[in-house]
């Protein structure tokens, strides 16, 4: 029960317990309006029979059984619903009822009614009178009043489920319409992520439980976005403060240099500083960059790069890179796949997923590079031999400073990168209105794919793709 | 020549000046919008570098008021990396070239020469260590009489570290500026780079021009 939707509980729990009631209530009825006729009947039953058992005390004089005008006299005022039998003495038969033909009544108790037969057949209520001269038993057929009960039995088995279905009915529509904002909030929150807090739940005008639910879950948002937006721009101010310093320190070890005036030994160590605050300066830019890429704000360009070009480009230097590991490039690229972008961010994401590519593969291994346009969208596959990435650590791999864990990397660590690679390289894939993946495929290999929409001419801008031959080996 | 920098950063405003100083240039510091525009406005100066975020009056502001005066001195405008907008912007007003904190003071040493000349006219078109010379017009490099043909990419890296003759570049430098990568690729890139250039113009000859300082860099010294 506890697996099913909470209308659905709610539905069941109505219509068992509305049934419930129902049938309660029914039940009760009937009982104490049987009680109540039966009471009724054993009455008037007993007044029946003590007024011709006092017609015939007081007759006066024997009764004549055999005259029919006297008979009739005596039960003139006697319903015909009810049979009697007269005994006079008591054991001797003197009169029966016509509406009993040959049928008998049982003797019983003096004095008090009590259910019986007529003729052994058909159940009545009975009562006996006695006095020294005479006894009298008088019946009431109970078979109408059966048939009434059982006709009201069947109104209620007629009734109980209809009414189940209707309060089935009214309960879901009831349910439907009262967690509707229920719904509507579900919805609304499935829209509200980390890069989209501004947004707020739906406040329904009623002043009920929903409305406050939304009110206090809407300020739980404010607070959230309030720190999330504290997060972002302590990020963005502290990678932006950084700069002024950082551009000092290079600066004036680059004056320092050029000055001429350092000794040899000293000159090493600040060419060594150089350089550091080179990778220091790349690690604030791709801090400052993720945190606009968070605040919505990453600097995405609209100019048409020619994405297999790029890529071509780019595969010459990742030849040179994987030399040291003889691994060796494979390239499948599409013709004049043209994207919509900044050619900056694009050169860094190709180069971030093939620096990945060398950095986690193996000696001798290979990168296999595959770019093809699906309606209307360009899908870039880079494969690389290499230790596959640990299922628990999959989710992870796009994380801020996250390096998966494998003897590979650490060996390839003079490679270099700072943990941020993948990372930019998925915020830059989503700037572009696609999305980075990490694939699962067939072992010993690990596959990186990114989609990003086609350029809307680029599909029909047919160009003549001239290799780009002057970096080759000359 | 003459240079008006207007920064309010103090320490970056006293760094370029100093940078571009021993470079021989004369610098005048304006640390605001309104005073820069009012200098730039009453001073012929060879060249000016604008930042972007300014008090006062904000640095895009300056340029275009300066464009509207008809000051032709050419400008470079400072920026923060990643700030497409600005830049884009920038160059639209008539800025002649941009830079990205935090930038190289070699970097802009030597785009600020090549400002200056190009609006004096007097265009550098060659470079010249010991027999190698570099035309950058027809871009022939010439080793004595032997002409060498070079990829556009040994074109660009034989082009920065012939700049700055005598003074080491170091890999990520050349990284940086001949690749434009704004991480680290790894430095075999450059030295694979190096190889093939060494291979082309010191083969066979006496003098090597290209030489490597102490595995950090390298640098052309004709000695």
Redesign the interface.
Request: hydrophobic letters at 35%.
């Given at each position: 029960m506890k697996r099913w939707p909470l209308r659905t509980r709610l539905v069941w729990w109505t219509v068992l317990v509305g049934g419930l009631s129902v049938a309660l209530f029914g039940g009760i009825v009937a009982q104490s309006l049987k009680t109540k006729l039966r009471h009724h009947l054993d009455t008037t039953l007993r007044s029946e029979g003590e007024s011709v058992f006092a017609g015939v005390s007081e007759l006066g004089h024997a009764m004549n059984w055999n005259d029919p005008a006297e008979v009739a006299r005596l039960f003139s005022a006697v319903v015909s619903l009810y049979s009697f039998e007269i005994e006079q003495p008591p054991g001797s038969l003197v009169y029966r009822s016509r509406a009993l033909g040959n049928l008998t009544l049982p003797v019983g108790e003096d004095g008090a009614a009590f259910s019986g037969t007529i003729g052994g057949t058909d159940p009545a209520r009975i009562l006996q009178l006695r006095s020294e001269t005479m006894r009298l038993r008088v019946a009431v057929d109970l078979s109408p009043f059966n048939e009434w009960e059982k006709s009201m039995w069947w109104t209620y088995a007629i009734i109980l489920p209809l009414t189940l279905a209707f309060l089935a009915g009214g309960a879901r529509w009831l349910y439907a319409t009262a967690l509707k904002p229920v719904d509507d909030i579900v919805a609304a929150a499935e829209h509200i992520t980390a890069e989209r807090l501004e947004q707020r739940l739906p406040v329904s005008g009623n002043r009920d439980e929903i409305a406050h639910l939304t009110t206090v879950l809407n300020r739980m948002i404010d607070r959230l976005q309030q720190s999330f937006e504290q997060a972002r721009r302590f990020s963005a101010d502290a990678s932006?403060e950084l700069?002024?310093p950082?551009?000092?320190i290079?600066?004036?070890l680059?004056?320092a240099?050029?000055?001429?005036e350092i000794p040899h030994g000293v000159?090493?160590t600040m060419?060594?500083l150089?350089?550091e605050t080179?990778?220091l300066?790349?690690i604030?830019?791709?801090l400052?960059?993720l945190s606009?890429a968070d605040a919505g704000k990453f600097?995405?360009?609209t100019e048409v790069v020619a994405l297999t070009e790029l890529i071509e480009e780019l595969a010459e230097?990742v030849e040179?890179?994987g030399?040291?590991l003889e691994i060796g490039v494979e390239l499948r690229l599409a013709h004049s796949v043209m994207v919509k972008g900044?050619p900056?961010f694009l050169?860094?994401l190709v180069?971030?997923l093939f620096?990945n590519a060398?950095k986690y593969n193996r000696q001798s291994g290979t990168i296999r590079c595959e770019l093809t346009t699906v309606a209307g969208v360009a899908v870039f596959r880079i494969a690389n031999t290499g230790e596959e990435i640990p299922a628990a650590q999959r989710d992870r791999v796009f994380d801020r400073f996250f390096r998966v864990e494998s003897s590979r990397a650490r060996m390839n660590a003079?490679?270099?990168?700072?943990g941020l690679?993948l990372s930019i390289a998925r915020e830059i894939v989503r700037a572009h209105g696609g999305s980075l993946t990490l694939e699962s495929s067939e072992p010993g290999w690990i596959v990186f794919q990114f989609t990003i929409p086609l350029c809307e001419f680029g599909a029909t801008a047919p160009r003549e793709i001239a290799r780009k031959n002057?970096?080759?080996?000359? | 020549m003459r240079l008006l920098v207007i920064e309010d950063?103090a320490?970056?405003a006293s760094?370029?000046k100093?940078?571009l100083q021993?470079q021989g240039f004369q610098v005048d510091i304006s640390t605001d919008g309104e005073d820069g525009l009012e200098r730039a406005t009453t001073t012929p100066y060879d060249a000016i570098v604008i930042d972007i975020m300014l008090p006062k009056r904000d640095g895009l502001s300056v340029l275009k008021t300066l464009r509207s005066r008809k000051v032709t001195a050419p400008v470079m405008i400072i920026t923060?990396?990643?700030?497409?907008?600005e830049r884009v912007e920038g160059l639209n007003l008539g800025a002649d070239d941009y830079m990205a904190?935090?930038?190289?003071?070699?970097e802009v040493v030597a785009r600020i020469r090549a400002l200056v000349r190009r609006v004096t006219g007097e265009t550098i078109t060659l470079y010249k260590i010991g027999d190698l010379v570099m035309n950058l017009v027809t871009r022939e490099v010439l080793r004595g009489t032997r002409r060498i043909?070079?990829?556009?990419?040994?074109f660009r890296l034989l082009e920065h570290l012939m700049r700055?003759p005598?003074?080491?570049v170091?890999?990520?430098?050349l990284i940086?500026r001949v690749?434009?990568?704004?991480?680290?690729?790894?430095t075999?890139?450059v030295d694979?780079?190096i190889q093939?250039l060494r291979r082309k113009i010191d083969d066979g000859e006496e003098v090597k021009l290209i030489q490597t300082?102490?595995g950090?860099?390298y640098c052309v010294r004709a000695q």
């Open positions: 932006h700069k002024t950082l551009t000092i290079r600066g004036e680059e004056i240099l050029r000055s001429g000159e090493r060419l060594d150089l350089d080179g990778r300066i790349h604030v830019e791709g400052l960059l606009q600097p995405v360009g230097d040179i890179l030399d040291r900044s900056m050169r860094q180069l971030n620096d060398i003079g490679v270099g990168g700072h690679g002057d970096d080759a080996l000359g | 950063e320490k970056i760094l370029l100093k940078g021993e923060a990396r990643g700030d497409v907008n904190k935090p930038f190289s003071m070699d043909s070079l990829t556009a990419r040994e700055l005598d003074q080491v170091t890999r990520t430098q940086e690749w434009e990568y704004h991480f680290d690729p790894g075999n890139l694979v780079y093939r300082v102490r950090v860099g």
